[in-house]
């Protein structure tokens, strides 16, 4: 029995609709997203927080509504904030041009807004040093949880910034022995790395 022959011309016809239906699918992506943008951006506050939410969900894709998601954070309304921060986090290293807008934030009141802020700023992963020397100032003080979630981020920075073992040194000094123990924790994970916070582990 002879192969299944087809034709130059139907291939291409084939390829030809793989194609365009790829094309449409991202055109109809990029549409949803530009909507879900202007709503961020001129909505009621609760739709403010849904598009944030599905912006977030979107992942990598929406990096381009990274802008207005940065510009979110500063938001007159708590959770169309922390929406903004997750979303931020959820889009990842794409979502870099946000990274000064986040630590900003950590200089403000907002303590839920703080932790997500912390958060996103680890999943971005990006600008390491400006990030470490925003949340280095967290550790002084404050909220022990806002703290521990500030030590989890530095130690997942680990080696990339050399602020991060100062950073933790300082918060074995903290006057709150959940603080000591998770930066100590920290400082062990980290290995010969953090060989120079030796002596004030001891």
């Given at each position: ?103 900003s934030v950590l200089k ?95």
């Amino acid at each position: 029995m002879s192969g299944l022959k087809v034709s130059p011309v139907l291939f291409f016809v084939f390829i030809g609709i793989f194609f365009s239906g790829s094309v449409e699918i991202r055109c109809q992506e990029g549409s949803q997203i530009m909507n879900t943008i202007n709503v961020l951006k001129t909505g009621r506050d609760i739709d403010r927080k849904n598009a944030a939410d599905q912006l977030g969900d979107m992942g990598e894709k929406a990096k381009a509504a990274v802008p207005a998601l940065a510009a979110a954070l500063q938001n007159r309304v708590n959770f169309v904030r922390w929406s903004a921060a997750d979303a931020l986090g959820k889009i990842g290293p794409s979502a870099k041009d946000a990274v000064p807008a986040l630590c900003s934030v950590l200089k403000g009141e907002d303590i839920a807004l703080k932790k997500r802020a912390v958060f996103a700023l680890g999943e971005i992963g990006l600008d390491v040093e400006k990030s470490v020397l925003a949340m280095a100032d967290l550790l002084k003080g404050g909220s022990a949880a806002l703290q521990k979630r500030v030590i989890d981020t530095l130690a997942k920075f680990g080696t990339a910034s050399k602020g991060v073992i100062p950073a933790l040194t300082t918060a074995l000094k903290h006057q709150d022995p959940f603080v000591r123990w998770n930066a100590s924790r920290a400082l062990g994970d980290m290995g010969v790395a953090a060989i120079s916070a030796i002596p004030f582990l001891i």
